[in-house]
């Protein structure tokens, strides 16, 4: 798993009991603490600069040798705060999941919730897909829709895509464990 967030969803996973080796964070987080109190291997890659001095390409290489270390052959995503680039596409074709806080391909970024608030929809959502080196592209593999209500703020509204997201993500992986190719809800 690459985190950089909270470990809500990581917690989702370890929940339900799906096979965790390692999670690798690009900063220091609350899904470090969260695999190590769960007994999950942690790796650190930590990202040092955001500006212009940042060679996507080194650090990509430097996140793939941490998992190779691990012989890691499923990687999901959860909330990583660095975009990788080709070269962890190439070492992991259809094998990196990612999910998202909208029904894709609308409000696609990091600031999708905001995004969905501002745009006035009545139904945004949450989608689990495939990453692909373009942001919050690839094959769809599940999708819910969350209701926007009138009240709500970005925190509210996001804290309910998140309950539907820390359910049908581990839903999503088990599937692709256990080789089915289309988890159900897609």
Known sequence: ???????TILRSMLDRDLPIA??????????IGIADDAGVATELVERTTFGADFDRV???HEVLDALQRHRIDLIAMA???TILAKP???AFPDQIVNTHPALLPAFKGWHAVDDALAYGVKVTGCTVHFARLEVDEGPILAQEAVPV???DTVETLHERIKEVERRIY???????IAGTDRPGGA
């Open 79 to 81: 909330g990583f705060g």
């Open 149 to 151: 209500l009138p009240d």
């Open 58 to 60: 080194a650090y990509t």
């Open 170 to 176: 581990p839903e999503v992986l088990r599937a692709l």
């Open 22 to 31: 390692v999670v690798l964070a690009d900063r220091p987080c609350g899904a």
């Open 88 to 90: 962890i596409h190439d």
């Open 1 to 7: 798993m690459l985190a950089s967030g909270s470990g």
